[in-house]
Nanobody, 121 residues
Framework: QLQLVESGGGLVQPGGSLRLSCAVSASTLDYYAIGWFRQAPGKEREGVSC??????????NYADSVKGRFTISRDNAKNTVYLQMNSLKPEDTAIYYCTAAWRSCGTPVTWGQGTQVTVSS
């Protein structure tokens, strides 16, 4: 089965940067849309960003709360999707999950185990 493994979480000061990685077990990313969700204690999971499959055009989208600060990208040779997070705020603190869908961004069908991001001084 398709597996997703997140890494790169940690503790960072407000205004700092962090880069999350999502390693995908599939042989190619051409047919998978990869997204990032996050969940803070007591809150529902929130969609953060997504990039559609290369065969669907590779378009990206972002939640309004992170637009202009976060950037999603892919490295097809490494079967990896990245989430570059800049200008981090304490409200970005959450467990971040990598997700996968078939071709187009939408409701995830596969989830990674999550990686903790903490933004605090």
């Amino acid at each position: 089965q398709l597996q997703l493994v997140e890494s790169g979480g940690g503790l960072v000061q407000p205004g700092g940067s962090l880069r999350l990685s999502c390693a995908v077990s599939a042989s190619t990313l051409d047919y998978y849309a990869i997204g990032w969700f996050r969940q803070a204690p007591g809150k529902e999971r929130e969609g953060v960003s997504c990039i559609s499959s290369s065969s669907s055009g590779g378009s990206t989208n972002y939640a309004d709360s992170v637009k202009g600060r976060f950037t999603i990208s892919r490295d097809n040779a490494k079967n990896t999707v990245y989430l570059q997070m800049n200008s981090l705020k304490p409200e970005d603190t959450a467990i971040y999950y990598c997700t996968a869908a078939w071709r187009s961004c939408g409701t995830p069908v596969t989830w990674g185990q999550g990686t903790q991001v903490t933004v605090s001084s």
